[in-house]
T-cell receptor, first 115, second 115 residues
Framework: DAGVTQSPTHLIKTRGQQVTLRCSPK?????VSWYQQALGQGPQFIFQ???????QRGNFPDRFSGHQFPNYSSELNVNALLLGDSALYLC??????????????FGPGTRLTVL | GENVEQHPSTLSVQEGDSAVIKCTYS??????FPWYKQELGKGPQLIID?????GEKKDQRIAVTLNKTAKHFSLHITETQPEDSAVYFC??????????????FGKGTTLSVSS
C-alpha cells in the first residue's frame, strides 16, 4: 500500500517565477491538505481540497492556489515567487469516507528554494 | 487566532530516561490532538493521537495525556532509545462545518537521546 507521494523532491526557482508541486494521496484517501514548513518551524496549513474544491484555507495570499483531480491527486501552485516562499511543502492525505476522518498522513515533502 | 505553544524547544536525555513534551492550545473547539515525529529530510510521521473524549492513551513506550479544561496535552516517552532522537510536533485540530479538519502545529521539540 503506497503512502503519500510528492514530486519533485527538490526544486530551485528564482524570484518572480511560478512553481507547481504535485501530490498523490494514500490509497483510499480522498482529501488532500497542503502545509508550508519553514526551516526550524512547525508546518503551517495552506489549504485543503475535497471533491475537487478548496474547502478550507489558512492565512496565505492568493499567490497560492491549488487543484484536485478526479483521481484525488492534487497540485499546489505558487505564483510570483518571493524569497520567503523557500520552505518544505508538505502534502497530507485523509479520508471523509470512514472514521477517523481527522487523521492526516504526510508525504516526504518538496523542498523549494527561491533565489 | 488559533495557536499551539510547545515546550521545551530542545530536550536532551540519557538513554533509558523518560522524556516529556508539553503543549497548550487556544481554540476550545479543538477535539483532535496528534503528535508527529520528523526525522531529518523526511515528512512528519504520526506516532500517536488523542481525541477529546479520552484523557489518556498509551502505545508501548509512548503515551499522551489530555486536560481539556486547562487546554493542555503532553507526550510521554519512556525508556528512551537513540532512535527516538528527532523533532517532535504537537498539533490541534481546527474543524469548520462541512470543511474538514485542518491542523495547527507547535514549533517543535528537538529530542536528543545519548547512549
Amino acid at each position: 500500500d503506497a503512502g503519500v507521494t510528492q514530486s519533485p523532491t527538490h526544486l530551485i526557482k528564482t524570484r518572480g517565477q511560478q512553481v507547481t508541486l504535485r501530490c498523490s494521496p494514500k490509497s483510499g484517501h480522498d482529501t488532500v491538505s497542503w502545509y508550508q514548513q519553514a526551516l526550524g518551524q512547525g508546518p503551517q496549513f495552506i489549504f485543503q481540497y475535497y471533491e475537487e474544491e478548496e474547502r478550507q484555507r489558512g492565512n496565505f495570499p492568493d499567490r497560492f492556489s491549488g487543484h484536485q483531480f478526479p483521481n484525488y491527486s492534487s497540485e499546489l501552485n505558487v505564483n510570483a515567487l518571493l524569497l520567503g516562499d523557500s520552505a518544505l511543502y508538505l502534502c497530507a492525505s485523509s479520508t471523509r469516507q470512514a472514521p477517523p476522518t481527522d487523521t492526516q498522513y504526510f508525504g516526504p515533502g518538496t523542498r523549494l528554494t527561491v533565489l | 487566532g488559533e495557536n499551539v505553544e510547545q515546550h521545551p524547544s530542545t530536550l536532551s536525555v540519557q538513554e533509558g530516561d523518560s522524556a516529556v513534551i508539553k503543549c497548550t492550545y487556544s481554540d476550545s473547539a479543538s477535539n483532535y490532538f496528534p503528535w508527529y515525529k520528523q526525522e531529518l529530510g523526511k515528512g512528519p510521521q504520526l506516532i500517536i493521537d488523542i481525541r477529546s473524549n479520552v484523557g489518556e492513551k498509551k502505545d508501548q513506550r509512548i503515551a499522551v495525556t489530555l486536560n481539556k479544561t486547562a487546554k493542555h496535552f503532553s507526550l510521554h516517552i519512556t525508556e528512551t532509545q537513540p532512535e527516538d532522537s528527532a523533532v517532535y510536533f504537537c498539533a490541534a485540530s481546527i474543524a469548520r462545518w462541512r470543511a474538514g479538519t485542518a491542523l495547527i502545529f507547535g514549533k517543535g521539540t528537538t529530542l536528543s537521546v545519548s547512549s
